[in-house]
Every structure is written in structure tokens, then in C-alpha cells.
């Protein structure tokens, strides 16, 4: 059930947003010595330019933050309210429960997910639990009212 919550109440908490980056460039720099990333790279750059593959696949703390001038979170906040809603997504579940027991676990947990992208938007400045809650609570009084 806390899986369901990033999909409705994310924190993006600064912190949390700075060690993720960190982790990204660590796996980055592990990547630059491995042969078959090396080589995957070189594919992507050959691949046709119009293409999306051709596009860069993963990133670095430099790129992630544009240089060090600026903190990713913005942009995290931009992606989820203009990509994270229901109307987006599709969800697959398997599991030894009835059809009954599955349905009802999902509906526990997604029930809150933003139907659309103009329902229950972060403002980019909301950093704290607290905002966020009131975020949520303005999410599922929409909802319920749609």
C-alpha cells in the first residue's frame, strides 16, 4: 500500500532529491569503465538523430543539475503534475487472491491517484510533509467531487 502513496502524496523532501542525484552519478561514473556501457553508448550515437533512442539514456550529478547551479526537484515536481494521473497509467496485478482480494487491495491503494493532470497539482516551492498533505487533501476532495 505505501507504493500507491508516491503515485499520490510524493515529498520530493530537497535531501531525499540531492542523495538521489548523488546515486545517479555514482552509477554513471561506475558505467564510463564497463565495456558493453561503452558500447551502448556508442549505438545510441549512431542511431538515427530524429530518433528518440538517439536521445541521452541516463544522466550525471552535472546534468541533473544543471552544472551545480540548481536543484532537480523543479523539474521533479513539473514531470509528476504534468505526467503522474491516472489517465496515464496502467496497472497489471497478479497475485494468489481471489479476483475480489485483488480488486479491493488496488482499490485501497490507487484510489486517491489524480484523475487527470489539472486535478491535485504540487506547487514547485512545496517541500515539506505538511504542504504536501494539504496538496493531498485538496486531490481527494476533487476527486470525490468529479
Given at each position: 500500500r505505501m507504493f500507491g502513496k508516491f503515485f499520490?502524496?510524493?515529498?520530493?523532501?530537497?535531501?531525499?532529491?540531492?542523495?538521489?542525484?548523488?546515486?545517479?552519478?555514482?552509477?554513471?561514473?561506475?558505467?564510463?569503465s564497463a565495456d558493453q556501457w561503452r558500447q551502448f553508448q556508442l549505438t545510441k550515437s549512431l542511431s538515427n538523430h530524429g530518433h528518440s533512442f538517439h536521445k541521452m539514456g541516463c544522466g550525471n550529478y552535472c546534468?541533473?543539475?544543471?552544472?551545480?547551479?540548481?536543484?532537480p526537484r523543479p523539474d521533479l515536481v513539473r514531470y509528476w503534475n504534468d505526467k503522474y494521473h491516472a489517465e496515464n497509467m496502467r496497472l497489471v496485478v497478479i497475485g494468489k487472491s481471489t479476483l475480489e482480494?485483488?480488486?479491493?487491495?488496488?482499490?485501497?491503494?490507487?484510489?486517491?491517484?489524480?484523475?487527470?493532470?489539472?486535478?491535485?497539482?504540487?506547487?514547485?516551492?512545496?517541500?515539506?510533509?505538511?504542504?504536501?498533505?494539504?496538496?493531498?487533501?485538496?486531490?481527494t476532495t476533487t476527486a470525490t467531487a468529479t
Open positions: 499520490v502524496e510524493p515529498l520530493f523532501r530537497p535531501g531525499a532529491v540531492e542523495r538521489e542525484a548523488r546515486a545517479i552519478d555514482a552509477e554513471f561514473n561506475m558505467g564510463l546534468t541533473l543539475t544543471q552544472n551545480a547551479t540548481s536543484s482480494e485483488l480488486k479491493e487491495m488496488v482499490m485501497e491503494t490507487f484510489a486517491d491517484v489524480r484523475p487527470h493532470a489539472g486535478v491535485g497539482r504540487l506547487e514547485e516551492e512545496d517541500a515539506t510533509p505538511e504542504a504536501t498533505a494539504t496538496t493531498t487533501a485538496t486531490t
